[in-house]
T-cell receptor, first 117, second 114 residues
Framework: AQTVTQSQPEMSVQEAETVTLSCTYD???????LFWYKQPPSRQMILVIR??????QNATENRFSVNFQKAAKSFSLKISDSQLGDTAMYFC??????????????FGQGTTLQVKP | DSGVTQTPKHLITATGQRVTLRCSPR?????VYWYQQSLDQGLQFLIQ???????AKGNILERFSAQQFPDLHSELNLSSLELGDSALYFC?????????????FGPGTRLLVL
């Protein structure tokens, strides 16, 4: 069974600084997808970024980028130029992409990030 | 705004009762997923429906059931409620059967069982 682990329950960063959130996963599959979702105090789940395992290039969305290390089964999220609005809980999620599989997302435990002024 | 709507936003009820949570997917999306977020279990997948048919089942209790209607909205029914059922229940949707697709989440329904 696939598992997702976020080893940092809480992190903090100063505004305008860079922070990296860690995520590791365990799977025997070769075809899968990885996601980072953000959950601000409003509790809404917001997609931050998505990575296809077959792509070697790391995904980037504005100030958010990932470091995808397939062999190490690591998928970290880097937030550059942190803003107060980035304060939220961040969830790493795994989806098995093979044919016949469903869209079930497996989530990590989450990392609470606080951006300090 | 993800385009996924959920009602009600909050629900307070007593143990032993039954409640129904409602979800409307994004326009054009055929798959609906239900997730439960609790302090004990974190975020867990409950069930997926695709175009009216159940497609995948996760850690969903027998006291819970769901369905997807012809207009593609979905309802999650929780019965014989226990204190431990208190949680945030999310609905998400995606265009097709789910594999390889990004899911967009609704705002959630916060259930409190007293």
């Amino acid at each position: 069974a696939q598992t997702v682990t976020q080893s940092q329950p809480e992190m903090s960063v100063q505004e305008a600084e860079t922070v990296t959130l860690s995520c590791t996963y365990d799977t025997s599959e070769n075809n899968y997808y990885l996601f980072w979702y953000k959950q601000p105090p409003s509790r809404q789940m917001i997609l931050v970024i998505r990575q296809e395992a077959y792509k070697q290039q790391n995904a980037t969305e504005n100030r958010f980028s990932v470091n995808f290390q397939k062999a190490a089964k690591s998928f970290s999220l880097k937030i550059s130029d942190s803003q107060l609005g980035d304060t939220a809980m961040y969830f790493c999620a795994f989806m098995n992409g093979g044919s016949g599989n469903t869209g079930k997302l497996i989530f990590g435990q989450g990392t609470t990030l606080q951006v300090k002024p | 705004d993800s385009g996924v709507t959920q009602t009600p936003k909050h629900l307070i009820t007593a143990t032993g009762q039954r409640v129904t949570l409602r979800c409307s997917p994004r326009s054009g999306d055929l798959s609906v997923y239900w997730y439960q977020q609790s302090l004990d279990q974190g975020l867990q997948f409950l069930i997926q429906y695709y175009n009216g048919e159940e497609r995948a089942k996760g850690n969903i209790l027998e006291r819970f059931s769901a369905q997807q209607f012809p207009d593609l909205h979905s309802e999650l029914n929780l019965s014989s409620l226990e204190l431990g059922d208190s949680a945030l229940y999310f609905c998400a949707s995606s265009p097709g059967v789910g594999q390889r697709e990004t899911q967009y989440f609704g705002p959630g329904t916060r259930l409190l069982v007293l």
